[in-house]
């Protein structure tokens, strides 16, 4: 049988509980082996908006997900010396797996996977990959209709239960030196108080 590997791709600026727990429902709902979390080096959407650097993302994506077992994070995209894309990643981990049989599931939030027909050849992404979206438990989701059929039949989604966290809401609380206790792993919360990130 063939492994069954989850990428979750994200800026990670910084990594909260909303993504640890989309990551885990995903595993735990499709039977995936494990969740490799993979923050973008430079990412080509985020274009005009400062991002934290790429080492200090990883450094926090490490110790949120420190102790995990089935967790682990990638140097893919951080050590790309371009600009970060899903179809070149899904490539890399392929081929890094020779003739082992795995299974990949590539998974990404709705407002991105909404907005897929901007990404650098996303039609190969089916042949690749199953898409993993979460939802609502109990809400519709509006937009797929649009998607091209091939990506839809590509697409797998995944109730979790809504934590209404932003990693944007994350960098204006500690900018503007309010607790973002509980919203972020404690060791992660330390890093961003002791290293000042997202300080005015």
Do not use: N
């Not at 080096?41 to 089935?70: F, I, N, Q, W």
């Not at 893919?76 to 392929?94: A, K, N, Q, Y």
Request: aromatic fraction near 8%; glycine fraction near 8%; proline fraction near 5%.
């Amino acid at each position: 049988m063939s492994k069954k590997i989850g990428i979750m791709g994200g800026t990670f600026d910084p990594i909260h509980y909303g993504h640890l727990l989309a990551a885990e429902e995903c595993r735990r709902k499709l039977g995936l082996e494990r969740v490799v979390f993979v923050p973008t080096g430079e990412p080509p959407h985020k274009r005009g908006r400062r991002v934290t650097s790429a080492e200090d993302r990883y450094a926090m994506t490490l110790l949120a997900t420190a102790g995990v077992k089935e967790f682990s994070v990638s140097r893919t995209e951080i050590d790309r010396d371009r600009p970060s894309h899903t179809v070149d990643t899904l490539l890399e981990f392929i081929a890094e797996g020779g003739r082992a049989k795995r299974e990949f599931f590539f998974i990404t939030g709705l407002d991105a996977l909404l907005g897929i027909e901007t990404w650098k050849e996303y039609m190969r992404l089916p042949r690749l990959c199953t898409l993993v979206t979460a939802t609502r438990p109990g809400y519709l989701v509006a937009g797929l209709d649009s998607l091209p059929r091939e990506i839809k039949d590509a697409l797998e989604l995944v109730e979790i239960p809504q934590f209404a966290i932003s990693s944007t809401e994350i960098r204006s609380r500690a900018s503007k030196g309010q607790s973002i206790r509980f919203l972020v792993p404690h060791l992660v919360e330390s890093y961003i108080e002791s290293c000042g990130l997202y300080k005015s």
